[in-house]
Every structure is written in C-alpha cells, then in structure tokens.
C-alpha cells in the first residue's frame, strides 16, 4: 500500500478551520483514502474516508484532487475537543490498515 | 460505541511471566486485531483473526501468539515477557475487510508494562 506523509503537529485556535494535508504519491488505482482520530489514553476512531473529489459528513470534509496523490482533511471551526492525532491512511478493501505516525493537532483557547 | 472491552486496562509484570490480555466483542464481528502502540511509532498490527480458530500474523507478531476460540473473545499472550514489549495494547473489530469501508473499531486500550 502507498506510504503517506503528513506533518508531524499542528497548532490552531478555537473556531478556526484546520486543514492537515496528507500525501501519498503511490496510491493505487483501488485505494482509498481514509482517515482516522485518536484522542489522548483511547483507540482510534474513523472519520472520513474517500476516493476523488470532496466528501463531506458532520465531523469533517476530505478533499481528494484529481490525481489522487494527496488529500487534506478539512476540520470547520475547531473547538478544544478537537485536540488529538489524526492519522491519514491508504486502505484497500482486503488489506490491513498501516498507521503512520499521525498529525498530532493541538487546539488552543 | 462499539462493544469492545479490553482486560485488564493496566497491567505492571515482570521480565519472563507470561501474560495474557483479552479484548471482548459484542458486535458479533467477523474481524479482530490486536495493535500496539508505542510513542513515535503510530499502530503497528501484531496479529490478526478472520475468524474462529482462524488468526495470521501482522507486522510485528514475534514475541506474540493469538487464540480466538469463540467469536467474541480474542486474546493475546506474550509467552514470556520482555522490556520491549513495554507498550498500550489496542483491540479491533471489523465487520468485513471486503468492502469499501472497512471501518475498524477500537477498544479502550491495556497499558502493560514489563519491569
């Protein structure tokens, strides 16, 4: 599966959009883009997840260009809840899911 | 939240016991996985079950064996234990990995230290 690369923090303040970007250079034809959560002391949870273009649910948008070779997650008006690590992955149906080391997101009043 | 609970949540233990975790599903999912984490290093998949009795191995899976006798209940045994496997033990369950989604539920965590 295609490796990624995502900046390793970021800072932002309450009410601000964030935006992290994720590449991966050597996506497949049949991969996904997906992504996924982690709050301090708990497992990780799913956000996201998309193929092209832009998909939009009630936690976030991911926005995918057309050459698919990076993407960026879109957090509208980040609150304090929001600190944690957001991990970017290339899944495939049928494959196990490969963490990298995440984008640790850091909100501040 | 899924139904995932993982035992113990804190476990000290010294070099060379055996230690056994346990990560129970009331999801009735096909798929669970055991990760760990450990700081710099994100999740990494020590090994996996597709099934009862079914299991294979992930990335790091030496120093590990699995079992999975009953759907709901997936445990971890660390023969006998060393400092390097000083980490936060994570449990997953999926419904299916053929499929688009293949959305992973995790379980709260076992902190294990090994002295």
């Known amino acids: 599966l295609a490796k990624t690369t995502q900046p390793i923090s970021m800072d932002s303040y309450e009410g601000q959009e964030v935006n992290i970007t994720c590449s991966h250079n050597n996506i497949a034809t049949n991969d996904y883009i997906t992504w996924y959560q982690q709050f301090p002391s708990q497992g990780p949870r799913f956000i996201i997840q998309?193929?092209?273009t832009k998909v939009t649910n009630e936690v976030a948008s991911l926005f995918i260009p057309a050459d698919r070779k990076s993407s960026t997650l879109s957090l509208p008006r980040v609150s304090l809840s929001d600190t944690a690590v957001y991990y970017c992955?290339?899944?495939?149906?049928?494959?196990?899911?490969?963490f990298g080391g995440g984008t640790r997101l850091m909100v501040k009043p | 939240d899924a139904g995932i609970t993982q035992s113990p949540r804190h476990k000290v233990t010294e070099t060379g016991t055996p230690v056994t975790l346990r990560c129970h599903q009331t999801?009735?999912?096909?798929?669970m996985y055991w990760y760990r984490q450990d700081p710099g290093h994100g999740l990494r998949l020590i090994h996996y079950?597709?099934?009862?009795?079914?299991?294979d191995k992930g990335e790091v899976s030496d120093g590990y064996s699995v079992s999975r006798s009953k759907t709901e209940d997936f445990l971890l045994t660390l023969e006998s234990a060393t400092s390097s496997q000083t980490s936060v033990y994570f449990c997953?369950?999926?419904?299916?990995?053929?499929?688009?989604?293949?959305?992973?539920?995790f379980g709260p965590g076992t902190r294990l230290t090994v002295l």
């Open positions: 999801e009735n999912h096909r798929y």
């Open positions: 079950s597709y099934g009862v009795k079914d299991t």
């Open positions: 998309g193929y092209k």
């Open positions: 997953a369950i999926s419904e299916s990995v053929a499929t688009r989604l293949d959305e992973q539920f």
């Open positions: 992955l290339v899944t495939n149906a049928g494959n196990m899911l490969t």
